[in-house]
């Protein structure tokens, strides 16, 4: 999608501001309208503030309809392909789009017995998830109260608001939506970076399933040379990095076992903090490691 | 099996002896015969010593026709339920009992081409195999020269006649055919061994199987009661073991994130001396871990 | 010195009992009296139990001329070679007879407040102690109250007890007196245990001194034939183990820096059970290293 | 020094470039001179190619009497105060202008042997030495024959010139005389780095000696504001870096020993590429540690 900048919507008249970032939140561009009125923005933080804002000072009524305008997750609408573009890109990403029917009756359980008790739909920022951690969170939250809930669904309103915002406007600043997930693998063996080591990582389900995320090889320094994900939110979730070290001892001439005590190193590990940076690397010789969560 | 004792084997008439060892080398009783005249043995080395100085003092017919009397490994016999007891309790210790018919077929075509080659069945004691390494070995020997083969299916013949002479008869001394997989969990985070942790030990094939071999909980030495492989070769092959640390640290109240960083820890890794010590501990933090082979 | 067996103490006639422990406990011969009474004992901890609960059910008097007929700790006695043999050597193990002029007094000092407030001496196990650790001990009981201070004085005693025993007799059972300090060097780069590793222990004072305590070379297992403190407490201090990994690693031919990376790695850790069992192991490779409280 | 740029070097008239680096090489401003006629230098590089290359296409009877115009290290002309200001402080950073009377000795009695040897003066560039590794270079180069060792003389000539014009011209390119040891804390208790530990770093002698050379405090990322050796070589020699964790652990709360099992951690390293980057990062928790040669 070509970028605006912050300067242009500065500039703009106010119908444009409004059919520029009127979708920014679901099917309200009353709150676009409320924004356009606040310009000029100094800075991201600014624009998304005048939005959050506009929603609320608003009246009870309007919140809760403005709740209510939001699809299900996984629910009919997705189905008879009834979505915003945006939302529909969104329930992907968390591979919401391609449930099992067992766990499509399982989101239609819990949209039910959610809307019963709260008479909305339940709303989370998608991305910032993976399927497994959207499931704890809607157990968690159907324990909520009907006030803690509508405080949750506005919060996550704003998530998802933040996230549009920083993928369609350019300006100096970026807004905190981003984390990192990145590694690095020394040889403590030479004492040297590992270099030419493939590395996969993998996202895994509860249910046993993995989905390919990414994969490098990491260079001179033993860094891949992106983060492994980077520029979005890492999806809360269970993650495994696999270190291909055999290749890269054989590769060497190191000597080594046959066959070697080690050739692939996974890594298991869990992501809470969508925005965090996630720094896990391998110290490796032919017979140990090591790794943590480093920084 | 009721073990026998060396003492009572030094004791027996010849013919008790024979009907007592005759099966350690498969179809050749005649090498029990000879080792019965060399008796008293002062020990199962001694033993064992008897029987494969009995086989390497013999004329060179009398080795071939010992080693063309063994079975094909996943071959006719054993589909047809024509193998010794000792050879099916073998073959299905690594699984070939058990195979898919692409396996099968890939051990057919093996067979035949060491056949063709070598006009004898291939021979590998496959107690110190898995599937896999069985397969590498069968690949590897079939670029051997017919001596060098000859001399191979000999060393496998008297590795199989001690493991089964280490089942059958209780000595002072043991055989050196045990290897022994142990490990230890240490909670660096509280300076102490971690008490309770779940571990289970599988086997990986090369064709993505795991088989469950073992599973146990660490006690207050941060130890298992018993190795996880002990008293008996471990395969040469790939194996993961899991650690379930993430209910541990939950069991201690200790601080983690949520969900927890780390919650099974695999360690993947490879034996290759199914007589060796493998110990494979694991150092362990809510946030890090440390892993090698240690002694 | 010659041991007694438990045996032996039980059959003896009562005065010989008394003249074999009588100094069990400073100047108390009346201790054993008692004790003797309780005979026979079927192991050492019912001797110590028939010893501590003489003290315990005496009278408040009888206790505090006990704790009173107790020396000062490097005092004016200490210097007039006026203690038992007993309270010499305790006194030495831990350097109160080679004080300097500003340590000796620093206790000059300590042993006058003390006796001002408690009308007693200062009285603690030495051999559970370093000269800092003493100096610590008595600053933090002399914010004691007198109660609290005479339970105190009567617990050491016990463990001077309990360690004089041990030293002189000879039982199935052992008291609960040793500690044990052990290393282990394992060598990351080859996958084995480090051997003849040598290995040095030294204590060091908050003054900067530091005095040998051990030296060893590892084994073939990379531990030290003997631990490195055994057969008796560990005295509360700060210690520094240095290994000298250099000359191994030149010795197997591995390829370093020059000058290598790492020649001597020095751990320093303090040591706050005596009775605790510290394994404190080199994990180690030309490039790094690690180390970890183990069991 | 006020520093003169490129550009400026560029532009001034010869006499003047000569008056401004003719002492990059000792007593030898010819080589200025033959370089000014090569201008303009686009880099540094160009610049200091220029030196060295009329130096080395200069007679064989001009370098050896280069050569022969550098002063003793650590001779009678240092103690006579007769050096160039350069010479002076170049070898005050190695300490050469405070030896003990024994050092003294030593050195003069290389120095007459090399001069004796090879009729002209020991040269190295100090900066990239300590005390200790100048003197094992000056026995290595000791057992060279005389081309050899003129080649190493001139080596030592442009590394002391490349330093010199490091120093004193600013320039879009730097030259890679700079070495860079910085270090890392990171505490995987509690998986976050660890912030304001004080670190130290000392330069150890083989005679027992210890100089303080950088001490510093870790900022919230657990790495210090600044490097604690950069902008100039390592020099070769032996350092320890001290880490006060136990301070840190008590400010965090963390529950520890009494006393702690580690209060102090120091890790002892030799740096052998004065140009090289040295980052030694320590993972730690209140029970075990490691380090490595990172990158």
């Not at 000072?57 to 392909?81: M, Y």
């Not at 910032?128 to 405080?151: C, Q, V, W, Y």
């Not at 704003?158 to 997930?181: S, T």
């Amino acid at each position: 999608m070509a970028q605006l900048t912050l300067d242009a919507l500065n500039a703009m008249r106010p119908r444009d501001f409004v059919a520029a970032l009127g979708d920014t939140i679901e099917h309200a561009p009353w709150v676009a309208e409320a924004a356009a009125t606040r310009r000029p923005f100094a800075d991201m933080a600014a624009l998304l503030r005048a939005m959050t804002e506009a929603v609320t000072s608003s009246s009870d009524e309007r919140k809760l309809a403005l709740i209510k305008s939001h699809p299900d997750l996984a629910g009919k609408a997705a189905r008879a392909g009834a979505l915003t573009d945006d939302s529909k890109a969104e329930q992907a990403s968390a591979g919401l789009d391609r449930l099992s029917e067992v766990e499509f009756s399982r989101f239609h359980l819990l949209n039910n017995d959610y809307r019963k008790k709260f008479s909305m739909p339940f709303i989370v920022c998608v991305r910032r998830h993976s399927k497994d951690s959207i499931l704890r969170e809607f157990e968690r939250r159907l324990r909520n109260d009907a006030t803690a809930e509508k405080e949750a669904a506005l919060t996550e309103i704003f998530r998802i608001a933040a996230l549009r915002l920083d993928q369609r406007v350019e300006a100096p600043d970026r807004l905190k939506v981003h984390g990192r997930l990145s590694t690095h693998v020394l040889d403590t063996h030479s004492g040297l970076p590992a270099a030419r080591v493939m590395v996969e990582l993998d996202e895994l389900s509860a249910n046993g399933e993995r989905r390919a995320v990414a994969n490098a090889a990491t260079n001179r320094d033993g860094r891949t040379d992106a983060p492994l994900i980077g520029g979005r939110p890492i999806p809360i979730g269970t993650y495994e990095l696999r270190f291909h070290v055999g290749a890269y001892f054989t590769r060497l001439g190191t000597p080594v076992a046959d066959p070697p005590f080690l050739t692939v190193v996974p890594i298991r590990f869990s992501v809470a903090e969508p925005e965090g940076h996630y720094h896990v690397p391998l110290l490796i010789t032919p017979w140990s490691y090591s790794t943590y969560r480093g920084s």
